[in-house]
Each structure stands twice: as structure tokens, then as C-alpha cells.
């Protein structure tokens, strides 16, 4: 039994990790200086509601990682390495449903993750506190995905997901 929730996990953390990929790559809306605003963190969120912890974190490290890569800011994949395994650390994904009490406050303190994660990210870069012209768009991307996330997630409680993924 626990080899089967093994190969649930990694096969479900792969897909997952696809999906986020594609969602910040190709489903992004471009600003600024070559900056973006993309949908991935949703993907990371639900992947922080759906698996175990150490793959929740293993697949939003390499997810954010291979996107900065892919999307040609690779300078950025070390930054959001970190700040993509921190954003899952607030969930849980035990129990039957994605969206329960932790995960509503986990979407919001994602907020703060991913604005003071991208702007520190910003002044080691860039080696200035021009940083701050970038708080909005981070602001608007945490907002955003963690708004679609409570969307979607409810969406999926609605068909019972968790249970269907993973009926034991």
C-alpha cells in the first residue's frame, strides 16, 4: 500500500510540476522592464493542497526553477527555487478537502512570500533598491493566483477530488 501512494505522489507531483510550467511559461502577461505576471503559483498552490509536503515542495522548487530557465531568466531560477518551496510550507494537504481553514490563511501569507521573496530577489540582482517599482506587480501576481486558487480548489471539492484521486 505505501508503494502505491508512493507512485501516486511522484507521478501526481510530475504532472503537477508540468502543469505549472506551462501555466507560467505560456500563460503570462507581460510588464515592465521583461517582467511577467503568470498563473503557476495557482498550480503550486493546489499542488501544496493535494500532495505530501516534501513533494509539494520538491515539484514548486523545480517548477518555479525550470520556468525562470525555459522563459529565459535563468538569473531568477536560484530566487525562485527558494521562494516557490517556501510558498507550500503554509498548507497542508491532510484531510478531504483542498480548501479548508489553513489553506484560505496559506494563500494569503503567500502574499508576503512572494512580494519580499521577489524584491530581496530584486536588490541582490540588480544591486539597488530600485526594487520597489516591482511590489506592485508582485502584489498583483500573489493576489491573483491565490484568488484563483480558492476558485479552483473550490471547484474541485465540489467533485470531491481529493477522494476520487486517492479513494484508499
Same mark, same amino acid.
Given at each position: 500500500m505505501k508503494s502505491r501512494k508512493v507512485i501516486l505522489s511522484t507521478v501526481s507531483a510530475a504532472m503537477l510540476t508540468a502543469l505549472c510550467v506551462v501555466l507560467t #511559461?505560456?500563460?503570462k502577461i507581460p510588464f515592465g522592464?521583461?517582467?511577467y505576471v503568470h498563473l503557476g503559483d495557482m498550480v503550486i498552490?493546489?499542488?501544496?493542497?493535494?500532495?505530501?509536503?516534501?513533494?509539494?515542495?520538491?515539484?514548486?522548487?523545480v517548477s518555479g526553477c525550470f520556468s525562470d530557465v525555459v522563459s529565459g531568466f535563468a538569473t531568477w531560477a536560484p530566487f525562485s527555487l527558494v521562494i516557490k518551496a517556501?510558498? #507550500?510550507l503554509p498548507f497542508t494537504s491532510k484531510g478531504t478537502k483542498l480548501l479548508c481553514k489553513r489553506n484560505y490563511i496559506a494563500a494569503l501569507v503567500g502574499i508576503p512570500i512572494t512580494v519580499v521573496g521577489y524584491f530581496f530577489s530584486e536588490v541582490i540582482i540588480y544591486g539597488n533598491?530600485?526594487?520597489?517599482?516591482?511590489?506592485?506587480?508582485n502584489l498583483l501576481q500573489a493576489v491573483v493566483n491565490g484568488a484563483l486558487f480558492v476558485v479552483f480548489a473550490k471547484a474541485?471539492? %465540489?467533485?470531491?477530488? %481529493?477522494r476520487r484521486i486517492d479513494p484508499r
Open positions: #511559461v505560456f500563460a522592464a521583461g517582467g498552490y493546489l499542488e501544496a493542497a493535494i500532495l505530501p509536503l516534501p513533494y509539494a515542495i520538491i515539484s514548486a522548487a517556501l510558498l #507550500v533598491w530600485g526594487a520597489y517599482m516591482s511590489i506592485p506587480w474541485l471539492d %465540489k467533485l470531491d477530488f %481529493k
